[in-house]
């Protein structure tokens, strides 16, 4: 997950403070970055991207290479 690390660290705002602003839990994203394990809503994905400034497909690319996403 060091791709989703860079991209987290280059937004430069702690985890807690970017999942509040895309409207998720704090351990929704600490988890994924520290376990793999990726969230299970497309929506999330979106939202997440919105504040970092990507390309949500960026993010769903990493998640179908962890334990995430599904189509829901």
Known sequence: M???????DRAGVPRYRLARRAGISP????VWERDGVAPKRRETY??????LGVDPQELLELARNTKGVSDA
């Open 46 to 51: 979106e939202r997440l991207a919105r504040v």
């Open 27 to 30: 351990a929704t994203l600490i």
């Open 2 to 8: 060091e791709r989703l690390k860079e991209i987290l």
